[in-house]
């Protein structure tokens, strides 16, 4: 069997994976499914599934850590003069991965997916250091956090936000949910920049 064909393979069977996978959590949720049921559902061999993951967990994490790469390389080519950017470029990163995170985000998902979601989010809040109050402004003052109350509750709050835009079916575009969302964030650090 030539390369081209046993990558070919590996592709097809990782898709159809995780295709089941989102099809099992829409269905039933993320925490009563099982590695028998997302192998039988994609038609592969419980072996050919641990070919390629250890569990259910290591399957969404690596669907998780694609997408923020993807979402990574596009805010990393937009440049540092315009972080502001990064929370639309944010929004329209959730919109194509829509029914990923609607699946773990929402009511059948997982709380562990959440988690890791508002970690993630908390480390970009402190990366750019900043969130705008109008996306298409990039004057804004760095926060510095001394300690992670503001970062978590920012991400906590961009989480809740992302479930409710999917939930209700995008009613604003990227660029109107972002706005919102960091008009918010916006406040929360104005505030905490007067605390003691």
């Known amino acids: 069997m030539s390369q081209n064909s046993t990558d070919l393979r590996a592709r097809r069977t990782r898709k159809l994976l995780r295709d089941a996978l989102l099809e099992l959590i829409e269905e039933r949720g993320f925490d009563a499914l099982t590695v028998e049921e997302l192998a039988e559902r994609a038609m592969v061999s419980r072996s050919a599934f641990?070919?390629?993951y250890q569990d259910k967990y290591d399957l969404a994490e690596q669907i998780f850590e694609e997408a923020m790469s993807a979402?990574?390389?596009?805010?990393g080519e937009?440049?540092?003069e315009r972080p502001p950017q990064v929370w639309v470029k944010f929004f329209e990163h959730i919109a194509h991965y829509?029914?990923?995170?609607?699946a773990l985000l929402g009511?059948?998902?997982?709380?562990?997916?959440?988690r890791?979601?508002?970690a993630r989010l908390s480390d970009m809040v402190k990366e750019h250091g900043r969130v705008p109050s109008r996306p298409n402004t990039s004057d804004h003052p760095v926060y510095t956090f001394s300690d992670e109350f503001v970062p978590d509750l920012v991400s906590t709050m961009f989480v809740e936000a992302i479930t409710w835009w999917l939930e209700q079916g995008r009613p604003y575009t990227p660029q109107e949910i972002a706005t919102r969302s960091a008009l918010l964030a916006s406040a929360l650090f104005k505030e905490a920049s007067t605390w003691q």
Do not use: H, I
């Open 50 to 52: 641990y070919r390629y």
């Open 71 to 75: 979402l990574l390389n596009a805010v």
């Open 78 to 80: 937009m440049g540092p």
């Open 98 to 102: 829509e029914r990923f995170y609607r």
């Open 107 to 114: 009511r059948k998902g997982s709380l562990w997916f959440v």
């Open 116 to 118: 890791k979601m508002r």
